[in-house]
């Protein structure tokens, strides 16, 4: 209802429900199989309480963050979720200029429908990130990873939790494929790597894509061989567990993000943000931990940090918010987002999450059962 603009994310959500056309909808909002996690990942938030302080002078909040060395507004950043011209024609260099002007981060999925140089040019200030997916012909992803060193990215972001793709059963359904007038924007028109996403051989398109492109026999050796054709620092998302958090820091990777890929890949793993405290426990500083999945309000975002995350990506919001408004919209659920963090730091009685350590931030949190 144009009458009632949005005043929350789920406003955005049921917008983008009511106007998407379906094949698209679908694709961007389903989760895995029977969609277990996909529920989880946003149930699990409200199994957490907040014990608020009060009497706290909070008139003045700092909701900036140091991220890998680079100044946020706020801890609040944009997850890479492929194709974003299906919601808004465009797509992700709305996007990236929305995070441009809210001063946070925008990462660039591999399978983008704008590439690494339109981003660059479209949104040249702000802090950009490259999401790696790792293809079995190396030299594509090395290729990738070089331009965007070269467009002046400033992290790159290796997915490591789709050496398979998830299975989600309205793409099959639906026999999805990347509409035609789009294309895979970081890879030649005439490639297979470009080609292949605009036809289905009879199931999802873009699982067959993934399924013929991306390496299946990854393993933490491609993480060394990422980090030895690139200078920039790398982070690991797709963390799920106390001993892959280990593992990764034994490659010097920058931060570790906690992630379930928004539930597409296995149905039946854990929350995100259940399984924060582990990793954030077995890390102990060492990295940066974030975490994605799940995200729609400012308390959302609280206790993200009151568990010990540094910073918080959001996927699917930001779809619904370029398909109400391209660049506009996309603000619009980072304002909102920003604004509801902000308040919820006031009703909790924090200023600041710079300085906080662990020990303060778990006093304002507790899980029931
Ligand atoms: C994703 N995600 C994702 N991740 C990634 O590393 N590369 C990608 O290309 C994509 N593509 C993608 C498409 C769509 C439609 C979605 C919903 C997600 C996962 C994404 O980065 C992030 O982990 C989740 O979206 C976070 O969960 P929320 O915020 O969507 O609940």
């Not at 961007?28 to 199989?33: I, K, P």
């Not at 441009?100 to 399978?111: G, R």
């Not at 895979?184 to 993934?210: L, R």
Request: with cysteine.
């Amino acid at each position: 209802d144009s009458n009632c603009p949005p005043v929350c994310i789920l406003d955005f959500e049921k917008y983008a429900y009511s106007t998407l056309p379906r094949n698209a909808l679908d694709y961007y909002r389903s989760g895995a199989d029977h969609q277990q996690t996909l529920l989880d990942n946003r149930a699990a938030f409200q199994r957490y309480r907040l014990r608020p302080r009060v009497l706290r002078d909070v008139r003045k909040r700092d909701l900036s963050a140091s991220i890998l060395g680079e100044r946020v507004s706020m801890p609040i950043g944009v997850a890479p979720t492929a194709m974003q011209r299906m919601a808004h024609p465009d797509g992700e260099c709305a996007n990236a200029r929305a995070a441009e002007s809210m001063e946070t981060i925008f990462t660039l999925s591999t399978i983008a429908t704008s590439s690494i140089e339109e981003v660059a040019r479209a949104a040249p200030k702000s802090i950009k990130w490259f999401q790696v997916y790792i293809y079995k012909d190396r030299s594509m992803t090395h290729d990738l990873v070089i331009r965007a060193k070269q467009a002046g990215f400033k992290a790159l972001v290796l997915t490591v939790d789709a050496p398979h793709f998830g299975r989600r059963l309205a793409d099959v359904r639906n026999k999805f494929i990347l509409p035609p007038h789009l294309r895979m924007a970081n890879f030649n028109v005439d490639s297979k790597a470009a080609k292949q996403a605009g036809v289905s051989a009879g199931g999802s398109g873009i699982s067959e894509y993934v399924m013929s492109m991306f390496d299946p026999s990854v393993t933490w050796k491609d993480l060394k061989w990422l980090s030895s054709i690139s200078s920039l620092p790398i982070i690991v998302k797709g963390i799920l567990t106390a001993e892959d958090a280990e593992e990764a820091l034994h490659y010097n990777v920058a931060a570790i993000l906690v992630s379930n890929h928004g539930a597409r890949q296995v149905d039946g793993v854990p929350a995100t943000i259940d399984v924060l405290s582990e990793v954030v426990k077995t890390v102990k500083g060492r990295c940066e931990v974030y975490l994605d999945g799940g995200i729609t309000n400012g308390t959302d975002v609280f206790k993200a940090l009151a568990l010990g995350a540094k910073m918080v990506f959001v996927g699917r919001p930001m779809i619904w918010g370029l398909a109400y408004g391209g660049e506009a919209g996309a603000r619009k659920v980072l304002q909102i987002l920003h604004d509801e963090f902000s308040s919820t730091m006031a009703l909790m009685g924090t200023d600041s999450f710079a300085l906080s350590c662990m020990l303060i931030m778990q006093i304002l949190i507790r899980k029931v059962v």
